[in-house]
């Protein structure tokens, strides 16, 4: 499983197919998917958490769906550049992954290209945004700001890709 930072793994990332950006919380998983030509992230939609199956059964139905062939996963650093806990968190689902194959859709032993990217204050900068500029009530940024954090981490990446 090609597996690392984007700026260490950019040179594999695989060509015209979706990239699928995830922002994983404890709670909800957001979803963003990319274009074929790496250009433009879309939200998509927000995974409700429940348990490692469940959550990976959502997951192989996005990938089957939208012919997923990759992952850009935000990864929570601290300010200051190490480490969160968090980041132990997205490692484990990840690792996980692996064991679920026919949940995912994929074949045993099956490369997926998965890249990290610095996820610093992307809720943050969707919450604010939705506050600030939309004035959107909290109820209805529960709903969305997950999906907006996962675009805007996929979004990041692509950029970084192009770039």
């Known amino acids: 499983m090609p ?20 922002d994983l919380g404890t709670k909800t998983m957001g979803l963003a998917i ?13 995974i409700n958490r429940k348990n490692l199956s469940y959550d990976m059964k959502a997951l192989g139905e996005v990938m089957r769906e939208f012919e997923i062939g990759g992952f850009v996963f935000g990864w929570p650093l601290n ?9 132990d968190r997205v490692r484990s689902f990840i690792d996980e992954m692996r064991n679920y194959p026919q949940e995912l859709g994929i074949e045993q032993g099956t490369d997926l290209w998965i890249a990290l990217f610095d996820e ?15 004035d959107m009530s909290r109820t209805r940024r529960a709903a969305v700001v997950d999906k907006l954090a996962a675009q805007l981490i996929l979004q990041g990446a692509l950029d970084t890709l192009k770039a």
């Open 34 to 46: 990319g274009d074929t030509g790496h250009s433009v992230a879309t939200p998509l939609k927000t």
């Open 120 to 134: 610093r204050l992307s809720t943050s900068t969707v919450q604010n945004f939705l506050v600030d500029d939309v």
């Open 3 to 22: 597996l690392g930072l984007l700026k260490d793994i950019s040179a594999a990332t695989p060509k015209n197919v979706r990239l699928l950006g995830v």
């Open 79 to 87: 300010m200051d550049g190490s480490l969160s806990g968090s980041c």
